[in-house]
């Protein structure tokens, strides 16, 4: 039974970091994608990066491009996403994704291709 279980979350002030983990047991598809998303009220889930579990290939949103970046231990089956310069719009529920759709050269960024959920963790940047 594949699990996913978020953690690093919390309250920030703006041009703070944050280092969300995703610890994922019983996953091990090297040949797909684990991602992250986020859910800010009122809004459709988006998806902020995503990675190819084998490791290289990368994708990020452009809202985050060059303050966010993902990565992953596969020795400890982690998935991290490291989070720089935030902002109040950064504010939202982040979730770790696996499973996800390798399309055309790259890991969709679209919720709907990915399979195995965490249940969130909870980003808020104050300004």
């Known amino acids: 039974q594949v699990q996913l279980v978020e953690s690093g979350g919390g309250s920030v002030q703006a041009g703070g970091s944050l280092r969300l983990s995703c610890g994922a047991s019983?996953?091990?598809?090297?040949?797909?994608?684990m991602g992250w998303f986020r859910q800010a009220p009122g809004k459709e889930r988006e998806g902020v990066a995503s990675?190819?579990?084998?490791?290289?290939?990368?994708y990020y949103a452009d809202s985050v491009k060059g303050r966010f970046a993902i990565s992953q231990d596969n020795a400890k089956n982690t998935l991290y996403l490291q989070m720089n310069s935030l902002k109040p719009e950064d504010t939202a529920m982040y979730y770790c994704?696996?499973?996800?759709?390798?399309?055309?050269?790259?890991?969709?960024?679209?919720?709907?291709?990915?399979?195995?959920w965490g249940q969130g963790t909870q980003v808020t940047v104050s300004s």
């Open positions: 994704a696996a499973a996800g759709a390798w399309i055309n050269g790259a890991c969709s960024s679209n919720k709907e291709y990915y399979y195995y």
């Open positions: 019983g996953y091990n598809d090297r040949g797909a994608c």
């Open positions: 990675i190819y579990y084998s490791g290289g290939k990368t």
